[in-house]
């Protein structure tokens, strides 16, 4: 039986990075670490399929999970199901994975959590977390903000951090839950304490903002710092206002445009919108230049936002930085 194939192990497996043995057939990536990604796919392949077509459950998924790595999700689907009708919970979850995507299947939301209820159902922390989203946005089921809280609250107890972190969202906003602040604070630091960024900056707002929490830039500061680490566009935003104002760190208008620039190149507009004004005007660190000013309030511009459009249609009216139109 091929062991230690997973999904999210697939660069891994393409690289032969690591080793699968089978009983039917030995499957030695390190012993092939020279072949193309095609002949390790075949090789892992050729390993489970005997097993698998003999009805083994653990054989049906990981012959599925190779079918994926190749990308070849027809074949997935059809072990997947074969491993979901023995009652694998990491087949039907996945299985609802595809349906919700539409890959090697007929893209069907009410599919998708028709599979992710069933995996739900045997306690499947990613389908209990897949659940509740489609719950909280009417996707595949009737909208429920209750129904998304409890299936949060059932992935969150088994330490789902992206569970952890849309249930302390529901419990900020009062969406299925009453709103209770300190439990949304107490819910997003169990998350950013897992390295979920997206609670990270959650975490972050509230500290700016003194709920749930007292108010503390300094705070605020480091798990913005912590989400812009990894990567969290509206984290590299924040901190950057927080470094133009002095919030929590000394002024740093050179730090500033560093991290707008970070979240502009992620094609965030309001940091393409203070790009511009720290072109238009200059800061300390940040010398004036009304060209890059007119390209940043056009880039936002481009991307809706209204400010941009308005600085920018002020300055043709003024021909300030391009032909007066």
């Not at 489970?48 to 077509?53: F, G, L, T």
């Not at 990981?62 to 694998?88: E, M, P, V």
């Not at 790009?275 to 481009?302: F, N, T, W």
Request: with cysteine; hydrophobic share 40%.
């Amino acid at each position: 039986m091929l062991m230690g194939i997973k999904l999210k192990y697939a660069a891994a497996v393409l690289a032969a990075a690591v080793s699968c043995s089978s009983a039917a057939a030995e499957c030695d990536l390190a012993a092939i670490s020279e072949s193309t990604a095609a002949e390790v796919f075949r090789a892992c392949r050729a390993g489970a399929e005997a097993e698998a077509e003999a009805g083994d459950t653990a054989s049906e998924l990981n012959l599925a999970y190779i079918y994926a790595i190749g990308k070849k999700y027809q074949d997935a689907a059809k072990w997947f199901r074969r491993a979901a009708d023995h009652g694998s919970a990491d087949a039907e979850y996945l299985l609802g994975t595809l349906y919700l995507e539409g890959k090697g299947v007929t893209k069907s939301l009410s599919g998708a959590a028709g599979w992710f209820r069933k995996a739900a159902e045997q306690g499947h922390a990613g389908a209990e977390f897949s659940l509740g989203t489609l719950y909280a946005s009417g996707l595949g089921v009737g909208k429920s903000p209750a129904e998304a809280v409890r299936w949060y609250r059932k992935a969150a107890e088994q330490g789902s951090s992206e569970a952890e972190n849309n249930l302390g969202q529901a419990y900020c906003e009062g969406n299925g839950v009453p709103q209770n602040f300190s439990e949304c604070a107490k819910l997003l630091r169990k998350s950013a304490e897992q390295g979920n960024d997206a609670a990270m900056f959650n975490l972050a707002i509230m500290y700016e903002n003194g709920r749930g929490v007292p108010q503390n830039y300094r705070e605020a500061v480091k798990w913005h710092r912590m989400a812009a680490d990894h990567g969290n566009m509206l984290a590299e935003f924040n901190l950057a206002n927080l470094y133009a104002n002095g919030r929590g760190v000394p002024v740093n208008f050179y730090e500033a445009k560093r991290l707008y620039e970070r979240a502009a190149e992620k094609g965030y507009a309001p940091a393409y919108f203070n790009l511009g004004l720290m072109h238009q005007y200059g800061r300390p660190g940040v010398q004036a230049s009304i060209p890059e000013a007119v390209k940043c309030y056009r880039r936002a511009a481009d991307l809706g936002y209204p400010q941009a459009m308005v600085n920018l249609g002020s300055m043709y009216e003024n021909g300030q930085g391009v032909t007066r139109n």
